[in-house]
């Protein structure tokens, strides 16, 4: 079945970098693939981090300027290197697939979803 898996999650202080990745597999025939990243914070909603598509990339004003999303088609990976953590970006981050050429931040667009990796970032 398709596949999600995001691995690079971890503890680290504010300031500090961390990227994530994720690998997908067996994601149905279909040209071109929007790609996404998701947070979701304890007691909050899914919210749409980064999103990477045939126009380019799209970021949430939270981390503008902070973190970059990347993708490598030839390996199925899609990263986000994020710098200058601060304490609310600590939250369980998701990577989402759909097909499509434009998409957005909506968590109700993807289909396909990982499982997602903790980031916890102290003050």
């Known amino acids: 079945q398709v596949q999600l898996v995001e691995s690079g999650g971890a503890s680290v202080q504010a300031g500090g970098s961390l990227r994530l990745s994720c690998v997908t597999s067996r994601l149905p025939p279909a040209s071109p693939y929007c790609m996404a990243w998701f947070r979701q914070a304890p007691g909050k909603g899914r919210e749409g981090v980064a999103v990477i598509d045939t126009s380019g990339t799209k970021y949430a004003d939270s981390v503008k300027g902070r973190f970059t999303i990347s993708r490598d088609n030839a390996k199925n990976t899609l990263a986000l290197q994020m710098n200058s953590l601060a304490p609310e970006d600590t939250a369980i981050y998701y990577c989402?697939?759909?097909?499509?050429?434009?998409?957005?931040?909506?968590?109700?667009?993807?289909?396909?979803w990982g499982q997602g990796t903790q980031v916890t970032v102290s003050s």
């Open positions: 989402a697939a759909e097909a499509g050429w434009f998409c957005y931040l909506g968590p109700n667009e993807y289909t396909y």
